[in-house]
Every structure is written in C-alpha cells, then in structure tokens.
C-alpha cells in the first residue's frame, strides 16, 4: 500500500508571507497528487493537482512541485492571506484507484 | 453542477444502535470512497468501491459494513454504535478510472454522526 507523510502539522505564518507544505510518500507508481482545503466542518475541496509527468504547476498564488525521485511533492503559497487559514492535505492517487491522505497541516494566517 | 450528496447531514445515535449513510456520487462516478473524520484529524479511508465492487479497504471496523448499489450510490452500514464513532463521515466520488484521466476526489458535505 502507500504510506502518504505531511509536514508541518501546524504552520503559522504572518500576513503576506509564503507558506510551504510538504508530503512524502512511498510507492513509485503513484501517479496524482491532489491537495485540499478543508476549512472548519466543511468538505476538503480541491485547490491544485499535478501528474507524475508534470514537474510544477503554478495557479495564482497557489503552486506545487513534485519530485518524483524523491517522492515528495509541495504546496506553496505566496502573498498568504488571513483566509488562507485552514487545514491543507495532501492526498495521493494508488494504483488508479486507491486514494490516500496526509495527515494535514494546520495553517494560520495571523493579520 | 451536480455534486456528491450525503444523507443525512447530522444524526444523533445512541451507544449500541445502528445507523445508516447515505452517498449518492456525482453522476457517471462509478468509484465511491468513504472516510472516517475524528475531531482535529485527517480524513481516514475506510472503504471504496468501484463499479459496485468493493475495490480497496482501510480501518474500516467490523461492525461496520458498506455496499454499492446498481444505481451507484453507496451506504454504509454501522452497527454496535460507540461512543469513539462520532465523527464526520465523508464520501467522495471519481470517475472511471480507466477511462485514462486520473482526476481529483469530489467530497459529499459530510454526515456529523454523534454517538451519545
């Protein structure tokens, strides 16, 4: 199976600084790594995804990098804002199929 | 657009009943996962179904038990309720994986689930 790590498990930033998430993970044939937002009692939404043939991918303020060699990917965040705040996992996408999620990372975006 | 529905939203059970949620997925979804999620924790996959198959297994408890049904939509079955189980149950929907695109998970609005 895929064992899916994420790190920080809290992150506090100030308003307008950036913000890295990192996840790990350990099979090589994992092939999509989404990341999602999920704010308080809500469902976790999609805000970036990549293939394993892509290397970054860039949306507004919102970026990701993979490495395959490493098996790690990361979301950036620049310019951070207050409602930025929320709790952001990274999941990964097994054997076509299986879905995994990281732990989450507490984001606090202090004004 | 059409999204995953759940049902119902909230449910209050008492220890040693049984509940049962519904996941309808997004139309020509054919894969249905469903997690578990504690207070302050991640999502925790339980249990997936691909063309009303069983297709994968998490820490899915075994007094809980789940199916897929001809029209898709899936339910999951919790009997023996514990306290421990009050937590929001998720269902996410993806299309056919075969199809060639591997595309993101889309979440239902969750089932709060309190055990008292």
């Known amino acids: 199976g895929e064992n899916v790590e994420q790190h920080p498990s809290t992150l506090s930033v100030q308003e307008g600084d950036s913000a890295v998430i990192k996840c790990t993970y350990s099979?090589?044939?994992?092939?999509?790594f989404p990341w999602y937002k999920q704010e308080l009692g809500k469902r976790p939404q999609l805000i970036i995804d990549?293939?394993?043939?892509?290397g970054e991918k860039k949306d507004q303020r919102i970026a990701v990098t993979l490495n395959k060699t490493a098996k790690h990917f990361s979301l950036h965040i620049t310019e951070t804002q207050p409602e930025d705040s929320a709790v952001y996992f990274c999941?990964?996408?097994?054997?076509?199929?299986?879905?995994?999620f990281g732990s989450g990372t507490k984001l606090n975006v202090k004004p | 657009a059409a999204g995953v529905i759940q049902s119902p939203r909230h449910l209050i059970k008492e220890k040693r009943e049984t509940a049962t949620l519904k996941c309808y997925p997004i139309?020509?979804?054919?894969?249905v996962y469903w997690y578990q999620q504690g207070p302050g924790q991640d999502p925790q996959f339980l249990i997936s179904?691909?063309?009303?198959?069983?297709?994968d297994k998490g820490s899915i408890p075994d007094r809980f038990s789940a199916q897929q049904f001809s029209d898709y939509h899936s339910e999951l079955n919790m009997s023996s309720l514990e306290l421990g189980d009050s937590a929001l149950y998720f269902c996410a929907s993806r299309p056919n994986p075969g199809q060639g695109a591997d595309t993101e998970a889309f979440f239902g609005q969750g089932t709060r689930l309190t055990v008292v």
């Open positions: 179904f691909y063309e009303k198959m069983q297709s």
């Open positions: 099979d090589s044939a994992s092939n999509y």
């Open positions: 139309p020509r979804h054919d894969t």
């Open positions: 999941a990964v996408l097994y054997n076509f199929n299986k879905f995994y």
């Open positions: 990549i293939r394993s043939n892509v």
